[in-house]
């Protein structure tokens, strides 16, 4: 039996004539995507390689932070009440006692009438509440430290200069919710409160594998009739870029046995397979049959340009992203599907790129039916540093140079008919981070 007869029996799918009649709209294709997402195991890492990842725990401090009250300066730690009547005509003068340097404590008494010369991030002995530093003190004798005295002329604020402990937090607070992504001052704040390692979920392994008899890898030369494979290397560094562990299972060709080998080999290895090519309606394109058969399939067409052919379903536990072959159609349905698939097994909350609007520099075609996702780059311009979007000028799927120069798709909806130059447009930003403020 051939793949096409097949189509249609799985989960009761009408599968007719036209392959469209089952397509779904984005927002609810992607909902049926993330209904499947289980978040990867919790492992611990150093803190340090947290960053970038959302924390898979509450992360409390085990001390204070600062763990005892500091000087912010270097200067004569002090009874801030001694100076209250210091000015230049009238300067206090008080009796060094001692000297404090960080990583050193000084066990003490201060009494009134008496200073303890301190350094940055010394602790402040018990009961002085004041530190003023150097450039403002006069020594009138000794050398500054123990047996001087040194003359104020100005009095201190309590607390001037000092550190509190338990300033940033308290033994027991939480310093990191659950779901925080970790940034470097982050990774110094857990160190900070006790967490030489700190629980993530492990990066999903993620299977890629090209479609297509037609394809060769990129150190070959290819026959007439042969294309290098793009999708590979694309959809590895688009996992890379998400946070997962891309593997390559090679390039199939287009035969049912091959591809089945691989997509079974992937999906036991792998916490998700994406495959590219072989998705469409052609006499050679078996990956939906191949997912009904093996497994379930949830959609298999998303009612988008370009892209539209995409397979969605599970092999056993495993989620299965059928791509488009076109290259464009398999960089948008990452984007769209694949990318926040992942970012949610590694419990990332922020699921989409950032959306803003422009103002489009030329007219763009577009009729009532697919949504739109073309290729563009939004850059501010003019006087008044707006944003203006300059769609590419042929969205053909096969062109890639436009999405490689570019950092944005103009999203038009499915209703959505012929843009005006000048009119604004929503554009998906695909070159920052979900979550950044625009
Ligand atoms: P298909 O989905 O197999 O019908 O492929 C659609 C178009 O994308 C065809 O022109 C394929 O040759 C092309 N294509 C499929 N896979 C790749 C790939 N990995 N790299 C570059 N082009 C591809
Ligand atoms: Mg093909």
């Given at each position: 039996m051939d793949g096409a007869s097949k189509r249609g029996k799985g989960r009761g799918m009408a599968r007719g004539k036209n392959p469209d009649a089952n397509m779904i709209p984005v927002e609810g294709a992607r909902r049926i995507v993330l209904g499947c997402m289980r978040s990867t195991e919790v492992r611990e890492v150093p803190a340090w390689q947290a960053a970038g990842l959302p924390l898979a725990a509450d992360i409390e401090t085990d001390i204070d932070l600062a763990p005892f009250a500091n000087s912010a300066m270097d200067g004569y730690a002090l009874h801030a009440e001694d100076l209250a009547a210091a000015t230049a005509d009238g300067p206090v003068?008080?009796?060094?006692?001692?000297?404090?340097?960080?990583?050193?404590?000084f066990e003490g008494e201060v009494g009134h009438g008496q200073t303890v010369r301190i350094m940055t991030g010394a602790p402040v002995p018990e009961g002085l509440d004041g530190v003023v530093k150097y450039e403002v003190v006069e020594v009138l004798e000794g050398d500054g430290n123990e047996g001087s005295r040194v003359s104020f002329t100005a009095p201190a604020k309590p607390g001037e200069n000092i550190r509190a402990a338990g300033l940033e937090a308290r033994a027991g607070d939480v310093v990191m919710a659950a779901g925080e992504v970790v940034t470097p001052a982050g990774a110094g704040l857990l160190a900070n409160a006790g967490h030489a390692f700190v629980p993530v979920h492990r990066a999903p392994r993620v299977g890629i594998i090209s479609l297509g008899t037609e394809l060769v890898d990129a150190g070959a030369v290819p026959a007439r009739g042969q294309i290098r494979d793009v999708n590979g290397p694309a959809l590895m560094a688009s996992a890379r870029e998400a946070g997962a562990?891309?593997?390559?299972?090679?390039?199939?060709?287009?035969?049912?046995?091959?591809?089945?080998?691989?997509?079974?080999?992937?999906?036991?290895e792998c916490d998700v397979v994406v495959t590219s090519g072989g998705a469409s309606a052609g006499d050679y394109d078996y990956v939906t049959a191949l997912i009904e058969r093996e497994g379930?399939?949830?959609?298999?067409?998303?009612?988008?340009?370009?892209?539209?052919?995409?397979?969605?379903?599970?092999?056993?536990?495993?989620?299965?992203?059928?791509?488009?072959?076109?290259?464009?159609?398999?960089?948008?349905?990452?984007?769209?599907?694949?990318?926040?698939?992942?970012?949610k097994m590694m419990g990332h909350t922020e699921l989409a790129r950032p959306v803003q609007e422009a103002r489009a520099t030329h007219g763009i075609k577009k009729r009532p039916g697919r949504a739109a996702y073309n290729r563009a780059r939004v850059?501010?311009?003019?006087?008044?540093?707006?944003?203006?979007?300059?769609?590419?000028?042929?969205?053909?799927?096969?062109?890639?140079?436009?999405?490689?120069?570019?950092?944005?798709?103009?999203?038009?909806?499915?209703?959505?008919?012929?843009?005006?130059?000048?009119?604004?447009?929503?554009?998906?930003?695909?070159?920052?981070?979900?979550?950044?403020v625009l």
């Amino acid at each position: 039996m051939d793949g096409a007869s097949k189509r249609g029996k799985g989960r009761g799918m009408a599968r007719g004539k036209n392959p469209d009649a089952n397509m779904i709209p984005v927002e609810g294709a992607r909902r049926i995507v993330l209904g499947c997402m289980r978040s990867t195991e919790v492992r611990e890492v150093p803190a340090w390689q947290a960053a970038g990842l959302p924390l898979a725990a509450d992360i409390e401090t085990d001390i204070d932070l600062a763990p005892f009250a500091n000087s912010a300066m270097d200067g004569y730690a002090l009874h801030a009440e001694d100076l209250a009547a210091a000015t230049a005509d009238g300067p206090v003068v008080l009796d060094v006692v001692g000297h404090e340097a960080a990583g050193h404590v000084f066990e003490g008494e201060v009494g009134h009438g008496q200073t303890v010369r301190i350094m940055t991030g010394a602790p402040v002995p018990e009961g002085l509440d004041g530190v003023v530093k150097y450039e403002v003190v006069e020594v009138l004798e000794g050398d500054g430290n123990e047996g001087s005295r040194v003359s104020f002329t100005a009095p201190a604020k309590p607390g001037e200069n000092i550190r509190a402990a338990g300033l940033e937090a308290r033994a027991g607070d939480v310093v990191m919710a659950a779901g925080e992504v970790v940034t470097p001052a982050g990774a110094g704040l857990l160190a900070n409160a006790g967490h030489a390692f700190v629980p993530v979920h492990r990066a999903p392994r993620v299977g890629i594998i090209s479609l297509g008899t037609e394809l060769v890898d990129a150190g070959a030369v290819p026959a007439r009739g042969q294309i290098r494979d793009v999708n590979g290397p694309a959809l590895m560094a688009s996992a890379r870029e998400a946070g997962a562990e891309p593997v390559f299972y090679g390039i199939a060709p287009d035969d049912e046995e091959r591809i089945c080998e691989l997509v079974r080999r992937a999906a036991s290895e792998c916490d998700v397979v994406v495959t590219s090519g072989g998705a469409s309606a052609g006499d050679y394109d078996y990956v939906t049959a191949l997912i009904e058969r093996e497994g379930e399939v949830l959609f298999d067409r998303v009612s988008i340009k370009p892209g539209k052919a995409v397979t969605f379903g599970l092999l056993g536990e495993t989620p299965f992203f059928g791509l488009s072959g076109n290259p464009a159609g398999a960089f948008v349905g990452f984007e769209l599907f694949v990318r926040p698939a992942l970012r949610k097994m590694m419990g990332h909350t922020e699921l989409a790129r950032p959306v803003q609007e422009a103002r489009a520099t030329h007219g763009i075609k577009k009729r009532p039916g697919r949504a739109a996702y073309n290729r563009a780059r939004v850059e501010r311009a003019g006087a008044d540093d707006e944003l203006e979007v300059m769609q590419a000028p042929t969205q053909n799927s096969a062109l890639l140079v436009d999405l490689h120069r570019g950092n944005c798709l103009v999203m038009l909806d499915e209703d959505a008919g012929r843009v005006e130059a000048g009119e604004t447009v929503a554009v998906l930003r695909y070159d920052v981070p979900e979550g950044t403020v625009l």
